[in-house]
């Protein structure tokens, strides 16, 4: 490879990390939250449910004072809808918005920016029961929700992200428990499009709805962005890694930025009899509501080739697993890439190419909002010696330099997670923390705080803007 002259790292780079409320927060119906779709979803079997996780609801104080030992400009973290809106809409919980008052008030004592994300696969069960974001009425009930946060939180909460993840609470939301589709529909895809137009609808309204009401303040998506390769040169491979990239990525990002339905998708709807229903309004909320960053997740890419028209139409497993679209895009193994050990391909290259991608089409600022490995961590006499998380999210860092000096604008780096929490699917085995917390699927123990070796590593990173990415760290 041809040597790069590399831009450093801007002193003001947000280096942070990201949890989600439902994930870490337990206290799951406490001091008067109401349920969400996820605890009231089947658990997987074999892993526990939401009610503790990692009790950051009653240890968030510790938390913070970790995050900011390891010198955190940023935490990215979700709030829980129905922990402010038990029902979704109508009657405040005081206690609730007690809670994310002290949680932004703690991070800010330390001179931590809080990077909030409104929902985070957790519709309230109450909207739920009424059928969730397959509703109309969806877009009204996001709004209330918006307003109430702005006017509790918006004079110190200056970075909002929408929807976390769009993209895969269509494509794979019934694998995340997160998208339900409701009795007797008979054409899925357009009812799982319609679902996801009322939520870009809704977005769009609530970054109109950000800049009225705090005009300081900055708002944008927050997506998991996988760029797709073709398995070949072959002229059909190309063009099937085209299809994929649209239904993936383009749909979501075209639509928050341009306000604008991706065009390849469009077609491959009206083929499908499955192209969503506009409201009177929804063309203009869509092309009014102007991000100001776009917030993304990365774990890995993704590579196709032509269909053979026998795929079933399972665009992914999970979120980070391809399928097929029977005449779109076939998945095809990457044989160039490791995989970790829950079976997700590692490509730090590939998210420079990611980046590179997403900044030439829309030219915002960026930060990544999630980024990391699950693995099985071992805690052994008070330490865990994560090497392989350091080596992952050193070379992933790396990559973020390169494309910055290819002249593409980063914000700032969140990787997932800043402490243990409850995996999507997999429960407490999967571990993503800097921070390890020490309780079993079923065994609570102490909930003790240990600092993992990825913890004095990133502290070192941070301490450092970039500059130091090698392995060497000191403990305490």
Same mark, same amino acid.
């Given at each position: 490879?041809?040597?790069?002259?590399?831009?450093?790292?801007?002193?003001?780079?947000?280096?942070?990390?990201?949890?989600?409320?439902?994930?870490?927060?337990?206290?799951?119906?406490?001091?008067?939250?109401?349920?969400?779709?996820?605890?009231?979803?089947?658990?997987?079997?074999?892993?526990?449910?939401?009610?503790?996780?990692?009790?950051?609801?009653?240890?968030?104080?510790?938390?913070?004072?970790?995050?900011?030992?390891?010198?955190?400009?940023?935490?990215?973290?979700?709030?829980?809808? @129905? &922990?402010?809106?038990?029902?979704?809409?109508?009657?405040?919980?005081?206690?609730?918005?007690?809670?994310?008052?002290?949680?932004?008030?703690?991070?800010?004592?330390?001179?931590?920016?809080?990077?909030?994300?409104?929902?985070?696969?957790?519709?309230?069960?109450? =909207?739920?029961?009424?059928?969730?974001?397959?509703?109309?009425? @969806?877009?009204?009930?996001?709004?209330?929700?918006?307003?109430?946060?702005?006017?509790?939180?918006?004079?110190?909460?200056?970075?909002? !992200?929408?929807?976390?993840?769009?993209?895969? =609470?269509?494509?794979?939301?019934?694998?995340?428990?997160?998208?339900?589709?409701?009795?007797?529909?008979?054409?899925?895809?357009?009812?799982?499009?319609?679902?996801?137009?009322?939520? =870009?609808?809704?977005?769009?309204?609530?970054?109109?709805?950000?800049?009225?009401?705090?005009?300081?303040?900055?708002?944008?998506?927050?997506?998991?962005?996988?760029?797709?390769?073709?398995?070949?040169?072959?002229?059909?491979?190309?063009?099937?890694?085209?299809?994929?990239?649209?239904?993936?990525?383009?749909?979501?990002?075209?639509?928050?930025?341009?306000?604008?339905?991706?065009?390849?998708?469009?077609?491959?709807?009206?083929?499908?009899?499955?192209?969503?229903?506009?409201?009177?309004?929804?063309?203009?909320?869509?092309?009014?509501?102007?991000?100001?960053?776009?917030?993304?997740?990365?774990?890995?890419?993704?590579?196709?080739?032509?269909?053979?028209?026998?795929?079933?139409?399972?665009?992914?497993?999970?979120?980070?697993?391809?399928?097929?679209?029977?005449?779109?895009?076939?998945?095809?193994?990457?044989?160039? !890439?490791?995989?970790?050990?829950?079976?997700?391909?590692?490509?730090?290259?590939?998210?420079?190419?990611?980046?590179?991608?997403?900044?030439?089409?829309?030219?915002?600022?960026?930060?990544?909002?999630?980024?990391?490995?699950?693995?099985?961590?071992?805690?052994?006499?008070?330490?865990?010696?994560?090497?392989?998380?350091?080596?992952? !999210?050193?070379?992933?860092?790396?990559?973020?330099?390169?494309?910055?000096?290819?002249?593409?604008?980063?914000?700032?780096?969140?990787?997932?997670?800043?402490?243990? =929490?409850?995996?999507?699917?997999?429960?407490?085995?999967?571990?993503?923390?800097?921070?390890?917390?020490?309780?079993?699927?079923?065994?609570?123990?102490?909930?003790?705080?240990?600092?993992?070796?990825?913890?004095?590593?990133?502290?070192?990173?941070?301490?450092?803007?970039? &500059?130091?990415?090698?392995?060497?760290?000191?403990?305490?």
């Amino acid at each position: 490879m041809l040597h790069k002259k590399l831009v450093k790292f801007d002193n003001d780079f947000l280096w942070g990390a990201s949890t989600s409320a439902y994930q870490v927060e337990g206290a799951n119906l406490v001091d008067g939250k109401g349920p969400s779709c996820q605890d009231v979803k089947e658990v997987p079997e074999g892993t526990s449910d939401l009610t503790v996780c990692a009790d950051h609801y009653h240890h968030f104080k510790e938390d913070i004072a970790l995050m900011a030992e390891m010198g955190f400009k940023t935490y990215r973290f979700s709030i829980s809808w @129905s &922990r402010v809106l038990p029902q979704g809409t109508g009657k405040i919980n005081p206690k609730g918005i007690e809670f994310y008052n002290q949680l932004i008030d703690e991070c800010l004592k330390y001179n931590i920016i809080p990077f909030v994300t409104m929902f985070h696969f957790d519709m309230p069960a109450a =909207l739920d029961e009424k059928g969730g974001w397959s509703c109309p009425e @969806s877009v009204e009930w996001f709004l209330e929700y918006a307003r109430v946060l702005f006017k509790n939180f918006g004079d110190r909460v200056k970075y909002w !992200l929408t929807i976390n993840e769009q993209n895969m =609470l269509t494509l794979a939301g019934q694998v995340i428990g997160a998208l339900h589709l409701p009795k007797g529909c008979t054409n899925e895809m357009k009812e799982i499009y319609q679902q996801n137009h009322y939520m =870009l609808v809704a977005q769009a309204k609530v970054m109109s709805l950000c800049h009225d009401m705090n005009p300081d303040a900055k708002i944008g998506p927050a997506l998991n962005i996988s760029l797709v390769y073709a398995a070949s040169c072959r002229p059909e491979d190309v063009i099937a890694a085209q299809n994929f990239n649209a239904i993936r990525n383009w749909l979501y990002l075209d639509a928050s930025v341009y306000g604008v339905y991706n065009n390849l998708v469009w077609a491959y709807l009206q083929e499908n009899d499955a192209c969503p229903e506009f409201a009177d309004g929804d063309a203009e909320a869509l092309k009014n509501g102007h991000p100001d960053f776009i917030g993304f997740n990365y774990y890995n890419t993704a590579t196709c080739q032509e269909s053979d028209g026998t795929e079933t139409d399972n665009p992914v497993a999970d979120q980070q697993t391809t399928g097929g679209a029977a005449g779109l895009y076939r998945a095809y193994r990457n044989e160039y !890439l490791e995989m970790t050990e829950f079976g997700w391909e590692i490509d730090p290259v590939g998210f420079r190419g990611t980046i590179r991608e997403i900044y030439s089409r829309y030219r915002l600022p960026m930060i990544v909002c999630e980024n990391g490995i699950g693995a099985y961590d071992q805690l052994v006499d008070g330490r865990v010696h994560d090497s392989y998380r350091i080596q992952y !999210l050193r070379e992933h860092i790396e990559q973020i330099q390169l494309a910055i000096s290819d002249g593409c604008e980063m914000m700032g780096y969140c990787p997932w997670s800043a402490i243990d =929490l409850i995996s999507t699917h997999e429960g407490m085995v999967k571990r993503y923390g800097f921070i390890y917390v020490d309780r079993e699927e079923f065994d609570l123990k102490q909930l003790k705080r240990y600092r993992k070796d990825s913890f004095y590593w990133y502290k070192k990173v941070i301490a450092t803007h970039g &500059r130091d990415l090698t392995d060497r760290f000191e403990v305490g």
